[in-house]
């Protein structure tokens, strides 16, 4: 049988597939061609990430398909029930990329704490000539040990960024409606365990209490924070969008920088893919990254992983 991985998959990934006697076939195929690309080659397993959409046409038009597979968390891109109400197996990797989501949350806000997302700029450009002035203007950074962390979202990647704020010395507040307490257990290098029960609280509350806000849920018809959800929020917070696109007004939060209700974000995701407003990529406040939430080595790895015990445990 074959396994086309369209948007890739990790060498792990590949390896145990054809351990297990499949073909695997890592080409790329372009979107308005791969439903031809399917029936020419009778592919049975469609891997995909967030580049390729799965929509009816390819389920109903492509009958040697049996599973569709989505490499991370987020099935937007994917018929998901249709797919399953004509039969067809649809997979993904939940927990596989939730640490290095957690990971690039916190070198953001590290980086906006301190500046870096500017300095490093700046430093290349004035260093030797204005050294004192861009110390001057890098002089005000903030610490993130003692602050509130408020986490929208506390599935398995906001739990994960939990346990990333609580060893950073941070007090974690979390919304979820569907969840009404968490334990995470921490582990240390030495072998080492601490347990924290978050309980949560309304979004209202979060968005009142937080000095740090990350956003951790799935794709929605209406924006989760929008000017009215800003105007809760205390002045200077920092934010980061780790999640989705569209889950925050990008207009809204453009002007929340403005007038200093929100003092510097971090997107990694965005509204209009893969061509972001020209007005975020230049807004000083913001710290940018080409949705590399889950691009880790490591997550990669337990992705391919993952996906390839499924498969095989599926199909046999």
Do not use: W
């Not at 861009?134 to 906001?158: D, H, P």
């Not at 939990?162 to 290098?189: R, T």
Request: net charge negative; proline share 3%; glycine share 8%.
């Amino acid at each position: 049988m074959k396994v086309l991985a369209n948007d890739g998959v990790s060498q792990s990934g590949i390896n145990a597939l054809e351990a297990a006697g499949y073909e695997v076939l890592t080409t790329t195929v372009a979107q308005e061609q791969l439903e031809n690309y399917i029936n020419k080659n009778n592919i049975s397993v469609l891997l995909v990430r967030s580049a390729t959409t799965v929509r009816k046409n390819i389920i109903d038009n492509c009958p040697s398909l049996k599973i569709i597979g989505r490499g991370g968390v987020g099935m937007d891109n994917i018929d998901v029930e249709y797919a399953r109400s004509k039969g067809l197996k649809v997979i993904n990797t939940p927990a596989a990329s939730s640490h290095s989501v957690a990971e690039l949350v916190f070198g953001h806000f590290y980086g906006l704490a301190r500046y870096l997302h500017n300095s490093n700029r700046d430093m290349p450009l004035e260093g030797d000539a204005n050294f004192k002035g861009l110390k001057k203007s890098y002089a005000k950074g903030t610490e993130l040990k003692g602050k509130t962390l408020g986490v929208l979202g506390f599935g398995r990647i906001g739990q994960a960024t939990a346990k990333v704020a609580i060893g950073a010395g941070m007090k974690v507040v979390a919304f979820d409606p569907f969840l009404e307490k968490a334990d995470l257990q921490l582990d240390f290098f030495d072998g080492q365990k601490l347990n924290f029960e978050i309980t949560t609280i309304s979004k209202e509350e979060v968005l009142k209490q937080a000095d740090f806000l990350t956003l951790h849920v799935p794709a929605q018809k209406d924006y989760v924070i929008d000017e009215a959800e800003f105007n809760q929020m205390k002045d200077g917070v920092i934010i980061a969008n780790a999640a989705r696109g569209g889950v925050v007004n990008e207009v809204a939060l453009v002007k929340a920088i403005e007038s200093g209700k929100v003092a510097r974000a971090a997107l990694d995701v965005y509204e209009k893919e893969p061509k972001p407003e020209v007005q975020l990529l230049m807004n000083p406040a913001l710290s940018l990254t080409p949705h590399t939430g889950a691009a880790t080595n490591e997550a990669q790895d337990r992705i391919g992983t993952e996906l390839a015990e499924q498969i095989i445990n599926i199909l046999g």
